[in-house]
């Protein structure tokens, strides 16, 4: 049987097998997890295909990039961008990004499949009833205070990267030119140029620097105008034209505008960002409060991997060898047969970390940036790592191992994102032990609770000694 291996997606003709990926002529199974259907859309970069999870029988959408294509193209940095924003920002009004996996030259998105299409395509056939407007504006408005909440801009807000579901819900999508609080200059701003020139706010177009969530809001105000009148508020063949319309606020509501929503709208696209209205005070207006309900942010859907940290996005541009012969994912679930080796703890490590020599405070503004818990215990690396697997399990964890360290991360959403831990294992001699428990993200204070309620509970009957960061010591329970 000839195999004609293309990147982990394998042709097969007649229904016969090949590696990696089984397909006849209608599918493929992508990772031994997915049947792979019809291709939905394709870009210069990827293409969507729908597919279906073997477990759970849910349909996903399935985006495969090209790695040769985006490294040709420098597009990396922002196909990582993009990964990693959709991992910050699970809400109900946004488009989820399921899983991320890898083979050798491909890139593999399992994103939620959206049924209804576009909102541009409704907007198409001319404008929207007032309340059917005003629900998508509510729910464009809360998923993007959400993503501003979680340090994100989009900064590519309009109908085409709005998308319904089957219920008639709006869901955002196309994070591809979004950008994290992390990445304004020193002036606090954002500088880079882009968007769709249509609804791109004044403060982007004069190249000074802007705010993200103010960009956002603006892009907002002309998404809802559209809905509204069916047109756009700023329109001209002339780009210079264009743009001088939008840098000066020149723009009419037609007359079946409702006057509130008039008011609402010259406070949106207000050419001067200090002025511009704020999302808090755009969510307290009467006219946007009417019928508008609060949503809950989900925990993790079921059936679904979470993106476990910002290393497996890392890990999925990461070169395979040429050998290669099967897709693997980046997606690892460590079984409990995997094997850890334990980092040797020298001398200067135990004096570091000995309360007399602590000189982290002449460094550290803010101890609790490191807020770390260590334990001592004579069982063996195997027996350590084997109760972290079950504390894994039993809180929902997903767990990945990684030279002498497990990194951990919580399911649920909490107030400051995932709770994610870093436990990494020290050899002092053969027959002792040292266990640093650090957090790397999430809030503090769910992350105490875990460590008293969760984790020390179920450590008890191999520990042998407790210590915490700055010399606190902890009774073994």
Same mark, same amino acid.
């Not at 205070?145 to 979680?150: G, I, T």
């Not at 195997?382 to 030279?403: D, G, P, R």
């Given at each position: 049987?000839?195999?004609?291996?293309?990147?982990?997606?394998?042709?097969?003709?007649?229904?016969?097998?090949?590696?990696?990926?089984?397909?006849?002529?209608?599918?493929?199974?992508?990772?031994?997890?997915?049947?792979?259907?019809?291709?939905?859309?394709?870009?210069?970069?990827?293409?969507?295909?729908?597919?279906?999870?073997?477990? $759970?029988?849910?349909? *996903? +959408?399935?985006? %495969? !990039?090209? @790695?040769?294509?985006?490294?040709?193209?420098?597009?990396?940095?922002?196909?990582?961008?993009?990964?990693?924003?959709?991992?910050?920002?699970?809400?109900?009004?946004?488009?989820?990004?399921?899983?991320?996996?890898?083979?050798?030259?491909?890139?593999?998105?399992?994103?939620?499949?959206?049924?209804?299409?576009?909102?541009?395509?409704?907007?198409?056939?001319?404008?929207?009833?007032?309340?059917?407007?005003?629900?998508?504006?509510?729910?464009?408005?809360?998923?993007?205070?959400?993503?501003?909440?979680?340090?994100?801009?989009?900064?590519?807000?309009?109908?085409?990267?709005?998308?319904?579901?089957?219920?008639?819900?709006?869901?955002?999508?196309?994070?591809?030119?979004?950008?994290?609080?992390?990445?304004?200059?020193?002036?606090?701003?954002?500088?880079?140029?882009?968007? $769709?020139?249509?609804? *791109? +706010?004044?403060? %982007? !177009?004069? @190249?000074?620097?802007?705010?993200?969530?103010?960009?956002?809001?603006?892009?907002?105000?002309?998404?809802?105008?559209?809905?509204?009148?069916?047109?756009?508020?700023?329109?001209?063949?002339?780009?210079?034209?264009?743009?001088?319309?939008?840098?000066?606020?020149?723009?009419?509501?037609?007359?079946?505008?409702?006057?509130?929503?008039?008011?609402?709208?010259?406070?949106?696209?207000?050419?001067?960002?200090?002025?511009?209205?704020?999302?808090?005070?755009?969510?307290?207006?009467?006219?946007?409060?009417?019928?508008?309900?609060?949503?809950?942010?989900?925990?993790?859907?079921?059936?679904?991997?979470?993106?476990?940290?910002?290393?497996?996005?890392?890990?999925?541009?990461?070169?395979?060898?040429?050998?290669?012969?099967?897709?693997?994912?980046?997606?690892?679930?460590?079984?409990?047969?995997?094997?850890?080796?334990?980092?040797?703890?020298?001398?200067?490590?135990?004096?570091?970390?000995?309360?007399?020599?602590?000189?982290?405070?002449?460094?550290?503004?803010?101890?609790?940036?490191?807020?770390?818990?260590?334990?001592?215990?004579?069982?063996?690396?195997?027996?350590?790592?084997?109760?972290?697997?079950?504390?894994?399990?039993?809180?929902?964890?997903?767990?990945?191992?990684?030279?002498?360290?497990?990194?951990?991360?919580?399911?649920?959403?909490?107030?400051?994102?995932?709770?994610?831990?870093?436990?990494?294992?020290?050899?002092?001699?053969?027959?002792?032990?040292?266990?640093?428990?650090?957090?790397?993200?999430?809030?503090?204070?769910?992350?105490?609770?875990?460590?008293?309620?969760?984790?020390?509970?179920?450590?008890?009957?191999?520990?042998?000694?407790?210590?915490?960061?700055?010399?606190?010591?902890?009774?073994?329970?």
């Amino acid at each position: 049987m000839a195999v004609d291996r293309v990147s982990g997606l394998v042709q097969v003709i007649g229904g016969r097998q090949k590696k990696g990926i089984i397909m006849d002529k209608k599918t493929a199974v992508l990772m031994h997890k997915y049947e792979v259907g019809r291709l939905l859309g394709q870009g210069t970069f990827a293409k969507v295909y729908h597919a279906r999870n073997i477990r $759970t029988g849910q349909s *996903v +959408a399935i985006k %495969v !990039i090209d @790695k040769a294509k985006v490294l040709k193209s420098g597009l990396i940095d922002q196909i990582k961008r993009e990964i990693s924003v959709m991992r910050l920002v699970r809400h109900p009004n946004i488009v989820q990004l399921y899983e991320v996996m890898a083979s050798k030259n491909r890139i593999y998105f399992a994103m939620e499949y959206v049924r209804g299409g576009e909102l541009f395509n409704k907007v198409a056939k001319g404008r929207l009833k007032e309340d059917v407007a005003r629900k998508y504006f509510q729910q464009l408005i809360g998923a993007v205070d959400f993503c501003h909440s979680r340090g994100v801009y989009h900064r590519d807000l309009k109908p085409e990267n709005l998308l319904l579901d089957e219920n008639g819900n709006l869901k955002i999508s196309d994070f591809g030119l979004s950008a994290l609080s992390e990445s304004r200059r020193q002036d606090g701003l954002l500088h880079t140029t882009c968007g $769709t020139p249509a609804y *791109v +706010a004044p403060e %982007v !177009i004069n @190249k000074r620097g802007y705010d993200g969530a103010k960009a956002d809001i603006w892009s907002c105000g002309v998404i809802l105008f559209v809905l509204l009148a069916g047109y756009l508020p700023f329109h001209d063949h002339n780009l210079m034209e264009l743009y001088r319309k939008i840098i000066k606020g020149e723009f009419k509501c037609p007359n079946w505008f409702h006057p509130e929503a008039r008011k609402l709208l010259s406070k949106i696209l207000d050419p001067t960002p200090r002025s511009r209205i704020p999302i808090s005070k755009i969510m307290s207006n009467a006219w946007f409060k009417k019928g508008f309900k609060v949503v809950e942010t989900p925990t993790s859907p079921e059936g679904h991997s979470r993106c476990n940290s910002l290393q497996d996005v890392h890990d999925a541009f990461d070169s395979q060898s040429e050998s290669e012969s099967e897709c693997s994912s980046s997606m690892v679930e460590v079984a409990p047969t995997s094997p850890l080796r334990p980092t040797f703890y020298n001398a200067f490590d135990i004096i570091s970390n000995s309360k007399g020599f602590d000189l982290s405070g002449l460094f550290e503004k803010d101890k609790e940036q490191k807020l770390e818990t260590r334990f001592t215990t004579t069982q063996p690396a195997s027996t350590i790592v084997s109760k972290f697997e079950k504390i894994a399990m039993e809180e929902s964890f997903s767990l990945k191992k990684k030279n002498g360290t497990m990194m951990l991360q919580g399911s649920r959403e909490g107030r400051k994102g995932q709770l994610e831990i870093d436990a990494e294992i020290f050899e002092v001699t053969p027959s002792l032990f040292v266990v640093e428990v650090n957090k790397k993200a999430g809030d503090t204070l769910e992350y105490k609770e875990f460590c008293n309620h969760e984790l020390r509970p179920s450590l008890k009957d191999i520990v042998w000694a407790w210590q915490e960061n700055g010399g606190q010591q902890l009774h073994q329970q």
